[in-house]
Structures are given as structure tokens and as C-alpha cells.
């Protein structure tokens, strides 16, 4: 069944990240059904030595989760401790994981400040809960920075491709959000790369 194919999909991360042996742990690339690319590359295409931009379409994404006042450095943390207990609830309801877990930003994130996040991830429906939230993600056009950066250093990144846009005539419209597409066993590194971020195209 297909709910039983993407079950782990959203905890897949978390595991990646709070592993502290060698034991080789299998990760699936980029996730299916976030992203629908245009058969032509069309619209603000950029490159840099730490990411490569493009525009994608994407369809509306219903996303259970959570809302958490926290600095962009803990994205990390929230993670582990989101991705367990949400997957339970999505077995439990019998609901379809439909991509990667998100992180959702209000404001561009900034070093040490708090803000509100929520983290999620994307199902096929709503069910009632007293424990998580649900946040509907627009379907649109957005901008997609693929960077080199792990969970919790974007950053940087975040402000130079929000600068590069503003300078491009674009307007950096909320929400904004990113989710890893690559994770890799300890035996390679310690770290999940490749954090994709997406904004809104709009001028």
C-alpha cells in the first residue's frame, strides 16, 4: 500500500541526524510528489558555489505539525523531537505522507532570534487533534535554492538568496519553507545536506 511505502519518509531525517554509531542507515533521495519541475527551465535561474536556483511548481500541501517559538539554529532538535511522535499519529489515522518534513519560517530567519516555525509534514488529509496543527501550503510558483548547507545552517543562505531576488526585482512573500532532500549514513557524514528553500515567485 502506498501509506505503508512513505511511512518512514518523515522520520527518516531525525534518524539520520540522532544516530551516533556507524550503522548504515538507507535514505531516500529528494521526495516524491513535492516537487513538479517545467520541462523548460523558465523564470530567475541562479547559481553561486553554495546553491543553484531554479522556479518549480507546486501543488497545495496540507501539513500536520507543530508550532514551536525557537531560533533557526535548533531546527535540528525540532526535528527529532517532531518526527517520531507525528509519524505515530499518521499511522495511527491511516493518513498518506505526501513529502519531506517541512520547516516553515513567517520571516526570513535570522542569527539567535527567535521566532515562530512550524514543523510538519505533508498528508493527504485533515483529521481532528488535539496535539498538532495543520497548516495549508498554497500551490504556486516558488524560487528553489538548492544549497549545500545541513539542518540548522541555512541561514546565510536564506539571506542571500532573499537579497539576490529583492536585487532581481522579486518580493519575498510568506510563508517561506525548506526540507532536505539528501541524508547519508555515518560512515560518509554526520550531516544531512543538500536543504532545498523555497519562496513564493512574486513581484
Known amino acids: 500500500m502506498r501509506k ?7 522520520t527518516i531525517i531525525a534518524i539520520s541526524i540522532a544516530c551516533k554509531n556507524n ?33 518549480v511548481d507546486k501543488k497545495e500541501l496540507s501539513v500536520v505539525g507543530k508550532y514551536y ?4 539554529e535548533s531546527v535540528r532538535t525540532l526535528f527529532i523531537g517532531t518526527a517520531n511522535a507525528l509519524n505515530e499519529f499518521i499511522e495511527n489515522n491511516q ?3 505526501e513529502g519531506s518534513i517541512l520547516t ?6 535570522s542569527p539567535e532570534k527567535k521566532q515562530r516555525i512550524f514543523v510538519g509534514i505533508p498528508v493527504n488529509k485533515k483529521v481532528k487533534s488535539t496535539n498538532w496543527e495543520y497548516l495549508t501550503l498554497p500551490a504556486g510558483r516558488f524560487h528553489k535554492a538548492t544549497t549545500n548547507a ?8 536564506w539571506n542571500r538568496v532573499s537579497e539576490n ?3 532581481a526585482g522579486y518580493t519575498i512573500k510568506m510563508p517561506i519553507y525548506e526540507y532536505p532532500s539528501d541524508g547519508r549514513n555515518f560512515e560518509m557524514t554526520t550531516t544531512v545536506s543538500q536543504v532545498n528553500l523555497l519562496i513564493p515567485v512574486s513581484k
Do not use: C, N, R, W
Request: proline fraction near 8%.
Open 23 to 55: 550503522t548504515t542507515t538507507t535514505v531516500e533521495s529528494e521526495q516524491p510528489l513535492l516537487d513538479t519541475a517545467p520541462a523548460e527551465v523558465k523564470g530567475h535561474v541562479e547559481a553561486s558555489t553554495d546553491f543553484v536556483m531554479k522556479e
Open 4 to 10: 505503508a511505502g512513505f511511512y518512514f519518509l518523515g
Open 69 to 72: 517559538e525557537a531560533t533557526p
Open 104 to 109: 516553515i519560517y513567517s520571516e526570513i530567519p
Open 165 to 167: 531576488l529583492t536585487k
Open 95 to 97: 493518513l498518506i505522507i
Open 150 to 157: 545541513e539542518i540548522g545552517a541555512t541561514i546565510p543562505l
